[in-house]
């Protein structure tokens, strides 16, 4: 299993899993960042087979063959790991980060920004759509920074030259028939280039982008872009372009030194900003971070507190923007027979759309009829 390991809330998180999985299967080889935590992972679940670190299938692959040796074949051999159900399908353009956000320890595991060549990842793309794949999740450390490493180096695509960028390889993605669906998206200013091409249909109209607070100074503390102000207009200016847009973005309360007035401009900013998908985090110092040696510790139950009436205000506006899709017709990815997703859901971090019926893996057109603050219910039409 998969596992995160950069705050606290998620370490817990994936630890839990771990004990979930141990429960279900007894099986277990653990990897992803949490994988830097061996003792902590070993002390808590004595069980697990092995533990790797992020982005080594090597590893995964041997220690799954040495607890379960499989008969050779020398076509399946020569095929690809792949974790995620048939239909869709995460692909990782880079690897890496450029920043130096003080909550995280990205960096100091996986290093500065390295950008895949941009026809190895059409090639992978154009391979997972014809092996059926209808859904394509773009991911990365910073999926904006994509080909910053590079320079935008031109690559070639089906036989054009195509540069190492965002823009670009949205463009050419778009190209599958398929949908796109972009994660953690930096909020640099070529982001607006892609909005048109959401407005247009050729990627979904989707858009992941960690916003993590809103008062300036401590957006300056998390060395953070630091205007709110400026990221209202961009929103405004988005919507106007793509109407059909959803922004999901993550949020951390009770930073460092964090005051109920700054706590306020959060909410404010929630308010204003009308996101539609929204998580949010009580921050909690992970080893190795610089936020670490900032003063002024938030008391934990005053970090839950925030975290909670931060969530109450956003499932209010969850709800509201659910109910009004109420009486429309959605484009609906079967997951499992009655339950699939819009285009404003991403797999296993949004919410779903319930009905009667369908098959995984086909589109499914539903009547929406009922709405709770995150999910929708309808029937098949």
């Given amino acids: 299993m998969n596992t995160c390991g950069f705050i606290d809330a998620a370490v817990q998180e994936s630890l839990d899993a771990i004990g979930e999985a141990l429960d279900e299967n007894g099986k277990v080889v653990v990897t992803g960042c949490l994988g830097v935590k061996h003792d902590l992972i070993k002390s808590t679940h004595p069980k697990v087979l092995a533990i790797t670190g992020p982005h080594d299938t090597p590893a995964v692959m041997s220690a799954v063959h040495e607890h379960l040796p499989k008969p050779h074949d020398p076509y399946t051999d020569l095929i690809g790991v792949k974790l995620t159900p048939p239909h869709y399908a995460y692909l990782k353009i880079s690897e890496g980060c450029n920043h130096r956000c003080t909550f995280c320890i990205i960096p100091s595991m996986r290093g500065d920004l390295v950008s895949r060549p941009i026809a190895e990842v059409m090639q992978e793309a154009e391979n997972l759509v014809k092996a059926g794949v209808k859904e394509l999740l773009v991911i990365s450390q910073d999926t904006s920074a994509y080909g910053v490493d590079v320079k935008y180096r031109t690559g070639f695509v089906r036989g054009?030259?195509?540069?190492?960028?965002?823009?670009?390889?949205?463009?050419?993605?778009?190209?599958?028939?398929?949908?796109?669906?972009?994660?953690?998206?930096?909020?640099?200013?070529?982001?607006?280039?892609?909005?048109?091409?959401?407005?247009?249909?050729?990627?979904?109209?989707?858009?992941?982008?960690?916003?993590?607070?809103?008062?300036?100074?401590?957006?300056?503390?998390?060395?953070?872009?630091?205007?709110?102000?400026?990221?209202?207009?961009?929103?405004?200016?988005?919507?106007?372009?793509?109407?059909?847009?959803?922004?999901?973005?993550?949020?951390?309360?009770?930073?460092?030194?964090?005051?109920?007035?700054?706590?306020?401009?959060?909410?404010?900013?929630?308010?204003?900003?009308?996101?539609?998908?929204?998580?949010?985090?009580?921050?909690?110092?992970?080893?190795?971070?610089?936020?670490?040696?900032?003063?002024e510790a938030v008391p934990e139950p005053l970090k839950e507190e925030r975290r909670a009436r931060f969530m109450t205000l956003q499932e209010r506006i969850s709800a509201d923007k659910l109910k009004a899709k109420i009486g429309r017709t959605l484009k609906v990815l079967v997951d499992e027979p009655g339950v699939g997703r819009s285009s404003a859901d991403a797999p296993e971090i949004d919410g779903v759309v319930k009905f009667r019926g369908g098959n995984a893996a086909e589109f499914r057109n539903v009547l929406i009829e009922r709405a709770d603050a995150h999910d929708l219910f309808g029937r098949v039409q």
């Fill in 160 to 295: 054009r030259p195509t540069k190492t960028r965002m823009t670009e390889l949205c463009r050419a993605l778009g190209e599958l028939g398929v949908w796109v669906r972009l994660h953690y998206v930096y909020p640099y200013p070529h982001v607006d280039e892609v909005i048109p091409l959401m407005a247009e249909g050729r990627i979904l109209p989707y858009l992941d982008v960690p916003f993590q607070h809103a008062s300036p100074r401590i957006l300056k503390l998390m060395k953070r872009p630091a205007s709110a102000e400026k990221v209202l207009e961009r929103i405004r200016a988005w919507r106007a372009i793509c109407p059909d847009i959803t922004i999901r973005s993550t949020f951390i309360v009770g930073f460092p030194g964090e005051t109920e007035a700054e706590f306020a401009e959060l909410l404010s900013f929630l308010e204003e900003a009308q996101l539609d998908r929204v998580g949010c985090f009580a921050y909690s110092p992970v080893e190795g971070a610089a936020a670490n040696a900032l003063p």
